[in-house]
């Protein structure tokens, strides 16, 4: 029990500290799993939006797929990614294994099919109620594409978080692409797998804490843009978001 | 503008079905050019699908329609305003400026037309807040000031004033007076009879899917052909019989008790 007290208290040190392996190691992460959930984003919400709206052959069969692709069990995204890029693997040449461009690969087809299906199911539900409107107005399925994905903005950010959290929580395929080398691959996740087994709970705790702590950061933040009239990140002038003065008094309750 | 009209708008035996149950029967019309047509008939006559099928939303089953005067480009010149308006989540000001952009009108042409058509429908004070946070018949007016942008030549309303109250309607009616003064085609659904009297050059009187009468608005108010565009003035249902009556004849006053 003292031994577990006292990791908690070294924990604790390492983060006020700053540690410097503790702080490279949370930038890593967060390096890592944001390039893979913006790279996923730029793919997956047009692909999402398009299974929504599209009719195309094959629709529904992608749909199914992308659906089932959600549950990808990490270790067996790892074990192909690290085929692909292993030497004698087909991208080989590319020199990509052991690198955190690998963990990028491999997070990006863990998130994309969140981010893509649950868009899917946004724009779906948006689109049945404007499709006529925007018929009306003269939009073809392009034109109304970007605008569905503009207007369905709060929950599509509800997609990004859950792709984010997916992509940061997840240990077996950056293990297998990355390697967990020091200084190089080593993030959150593989390095607490690392310390428990070699038996420095500080580290491992404090960077446990560390994740928990952006877990948090990540759904306040998702809750303060998405709770209505809140929403501040897409004010602008007279552009897509809303404008920007306060609602007149007589109508606010 | 400078292009020609698409009007008049002929549609020679049209019917529309939905799994085999035909829902407009051989509704065979022509829309001139510079009058106001009010389609009237009772719920689920078939008002809301021929104001689609005449705006293009809907192909018609069987039967033709076409714009007379076109070339072709008929969506780009007309517009239709629905009974649920459908707001885009965005400002009052950016609603209206992305109807002008589907239409291709540049950045800086939209400006004035947008503060034009928000002063028209008493709406500039709402510009920057978003469009959802307006009450109905606000919204209903947004509807308005986003087609009136578009300076269509033929504008389609499905009952625009159907859950708005008195002075909401009346704001509505002096909008779609003024956009067809503008030199806009109205073809327009309504089941208020005194809205008809209000706005009506024509009345087309629809029941069951089918076109019984399209006459001149004082004729069908004094003489109407048929006997049950004549019940529907009066506000009668005598044409209508329930196969199966909710209540007995003779019951109702106990109930009322």
Redesign the interface.
Known sequence: MNDFSDAFIAAFSLLIQLDADLVEIVALSLTVSLTAVLSAAVIGMPLGAALAIGSFPGRRMLIIAINSLMGLPPVVVGLVVYLMLSRSGPLGVLGLLFTPTAMVIAQLILVMPIIAALTRQVVEVLWA??E????????TRW?ALP?LL??G?SQLLTALLAGFGRAIAEVGAVMIVGGNIDHATRVMTTSIALEVSKGDLALALGLGIMLVLIAVAVNGLSWLIGSP?Q?RLLRS?????????Q??AA?TR | MVDSSILPLELDNVSYEIDGKRLVKNVSCCFEAGRSTLVIGPNGAGKSLFLRLCHGLLQPSSGLLRWRGSDGQTGQRQAMVFQRPVMLRRSVWANVGYALSVKGVSRAEREPIINRVLQCTGLSRFEDIPATRLSFGEQQRLALARVWALSPQVLFLDEPTASLDPPATHQVEQIITAIQSAGTRIIMTSHDLGQVQRLADEVMFLHRGRLLEQTAAEQFFDCPQSDLARAFTRGELLWWHRKNPLHPPGISKEISR
Do not use: H, N
């Open positions: 109620e404007y006529e409107q925007l018929r009306s107005l003269g939009a034109r605008t503009m207007d903005r009239g929403d002038k007279r552009g897509g978001g809303y404008g920007r003065q609602y007149p109508r």
